[in-house]
């Protein structure tokens, strides 16, 4: 079945320095897409980066970058020069084809505070 | 550009009593979904709706929980009669997903509905 797995509950970081978030996944979909979202204290959920898996090169949207290592499954989300603004829970998913349909499936969440 | 819209925002109500949470889609898209999340059991796909149709509702928790989406922008989630377990936040999603072209089919979500179930 198609699983997502974030291994790191809880996560601290320095403001201003680089913080890696851990995501693995499994699937026998040879087309998927992986996504990150924020969860702030507000509740809302706001996408961050999304990578195809038949994407050459690494997503990066401003401050955010993700490190696709598909022959291990891994979609860790690297964020820098964090921000107090950045804690929050994250949430990597992943949508298949056609295995799963279109549906996007999340993983446990890993909550990141940033300290000052 | 209006997002995914959802009512209401918070409801109380007491054990036995129905349900129904709305939402309204972003113009144009053509997939729908609705989500629970808890904390013991973090974000749960219920079911969602490719071009109004019902695809996979297997996360539907019982006979309790109905979904429909009569036309393209409006989905209801009725529950029916309501429990305490059932306290949650209810997001609604919807996304363009287009398998011909690159576009990502990122899920748009709504500010979820917060239920408590007395």
């Known amino acids: 079945a198609q699983k997502i797995t974030q291994t790191q509950p809880g996560m601290f970081v320095q403001e201003k320095e680089a913080v890696t978030l851990d995501c693995t996944y499994d699937?026998?979909?040879?087309?998927?897409?992986l996504f990150w979202y924020k969860q702030p204290s507000s509740g809302e959920m706001i996408f961050l980066i999304y990578?195809?898996?038949?994407?050459?090169q690494n997503a990066t949207e401003g401050r955010y970058s993700l490190n696709f290592q598909k022959a291990r499954k891994s979609a860790n989300l690297v964020i820098s020069a964090s921000q107090l603004g950045d804690s929050a829970m994250y949430f990597c998913?992943?949508?298949?084809?056609?295995?799963?349909?279109?549906?996007?499936?999340f993983g446990a969440g890993t909550i990141l505070r940033v300290k000052s | 550009d209006a997002g995914v819209i959802q009512s209401p925002r918070h409801e109380v109500t007491e054990m036995g009593q129905e349900v129904t949470l709305r939402c309204k889609p972003i113009?144009?898209?053509?997939?729908l979904f609705w989500y629970r999340q808890t904390m013991m059991r973090g974000l749960e796909l219920l079911i969602y709706?490719?071009?109004?149709?019902?695809?996979?509702d297997s996360g539907m928790p019982e006979d309790r929980f109905s979904a429909k989406m009569p036309n393209a922008s409006f989905s209801t989630l009725k529950i029916q009669p309501s429990e305490p377990r059932d306290s949650a936040v209810y997001f609604c999603?919807?996304?363009?997903?287009?398998?011909?072209?690159?576009?990502?089919?990122?899920?748009?979500f709504g500010e979820g509905s917060r239920l408590t179930v007395l």
């Open positions: 999603a919807s996304s363009l997903l287009n398998y011909l072209s690159r576009d990502t089919g990122e899920l748009f």
């Open positions: 699937t026998s979909d040879p087309s998927y897409g």
């Open positions: 990578q195809g898996s038949y994407d050459q």
């Open positions: 998913a992943m949508r298949g084809t056609m295995e799963y349909g279109n549906k996007l499936v």
């Open positions: 113009s144009g898209h053509n997939s």
């Open positions: 709706f490719n071009n109004n149709v019902p695809i996979d």
